[in-house]
């Protein structure tokens, strides 16, 4: 069934492509280019091999995958935190030569200053960004209205609860208004029902705000919920072995039976990728010269 889905949808996509995407996706501009991307860290093992990924503007990538597989590092590279070992990776053409004001980086943690209040975090980072100060206040507030924490703008961090944690750190994300934002597991922490009410919200922001969106996840669901594509990555060495246009209509269900035959489907293909449960890790993983939590905090169809 979900081979006849996927062969449908392929041929809609042949004669009116334009039907299955979302308006804002600029399909001939690629926004985000890599290039036979290749990363080795000092201890040797290769995390990144021959990764091939063009990303169109306004697009919502979904990089999926089995642990160890390279996923945050390759975000790290688009976010340049991490300068890969070969290939390139280039943004609206330009060679990634380091972090820039143009791509922002969004972690499980929301990462907020404990001493300033909702709106005190989103001006403090408009601050450094160059916002006049009187233009500060009433973006901030904008912001904060389209992630649903009015009332809570005068409020500090440790009296959210964990997903207004993440809502207030989104809209600091959108506020500062990169082109392309780079996620990792961003939801990873909360709890179910947070977790799929975060998705509506990220969904329903990305729709009207048409940002590049790069989104690391472990979760197939989520990744079926949000991305108009999904990149599937294996381990040892990290590479692309799948990369899968999502032509579901938006905005997405969980309970939708389509969205869930084709996470199985998907499931299936990452079981044949990852090989028996014995296989995997069949020694200790060398240790990490450096953990992704000991980077900066704050402050997205292979070979097209
Ligand atoms: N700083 C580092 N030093 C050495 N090895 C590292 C470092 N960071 C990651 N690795 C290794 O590189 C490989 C890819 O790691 P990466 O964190 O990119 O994968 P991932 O798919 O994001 O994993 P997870 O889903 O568990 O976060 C793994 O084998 C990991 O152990």
Not at 65 to 70: L, N
Not at 73 to 80: E, F, H, I, R
Not at 192 to 200: D, F, I, N, P, S
Request: net charge positive.
């Amino acid at each position: 069934m979900v081979r006849r889905l996927f062969e449908r949808l392929r041929g809609l996509r042949q004669v009116a492509p334009h039907l299955l995407r979302p308006a804002h996706v600029n399909a001939d501009r690629a926004k985000i280019s890599v290039a036979q991307l290749g990363h080795h860290y000092a201890n040797k093992v290769v995390a990144l091999k021959d990764v091939n990924l063009n990303v169109r503007s306004g697009e919502f990538v979904c990089l999926l995958g089995p642990s160890g597989c390279g996923k945050s590092t390759l975000l790290y590279a688009l976010a340049g935190h991490v300068v890969p070992t070969g290939g390139s990776v280039a943004i609206d053409g330009k060679p990634i030569q380091g972090p820039g004001p143009d791509r922002l980086l969004m972690f499980q943690e929301a990462a907020l200053f404990p001493w300033l209040t909702v709106r005190g975090n989103i001006t403090f980072a408009l601050g450094a960004r160059g916002v006049p100060r009187n233009e500060r206040r009433e973006r901030a507030d904008t912001f904060i209205q389209r992630v649903r924490l009015e009332g809570f703008a005068d409020t500090l961090p440790h009296q959210l609860s964990g997903g207004m944690k993440m809502r207030a750190s989104l809209a600091r994300a959108l506020a500062v208004d990169p082109t392309v934002m780079l996620m990792d597991e961003p939801f990873g922490a909360l709890d179910a029902q947070t977790r799929v009410h975060m998705q509506e919200l990220l969904q329903s922001i990305w729709m009207r705000a048409g940002k590049t969106v790069v989104f690391v996840t472990h979760d197939v669901q989520e990744a079926l919920m949000l991305g108009t594509r999904v990149v599937l990555m294996a381990p040892r060495p990290g590479r692309v072995v799948e990369d899968l246009e999502i032509h579901l209509p938006m905005p997405r269900s969980l309970e939708d039976p389509s969205l869930d035959a084709m996470a199985r489907d998907i499931r299936h293909r990452l079981r044949a990728v990852e090989g028996p449960l014995e296989n995997q890790h069949p020694e200790p993983l060398p240790r990490r010269t450096q953990t992704p939590s000991s980077l900066p905090r704050p402050s997205i169809v292979t070979g097209r």
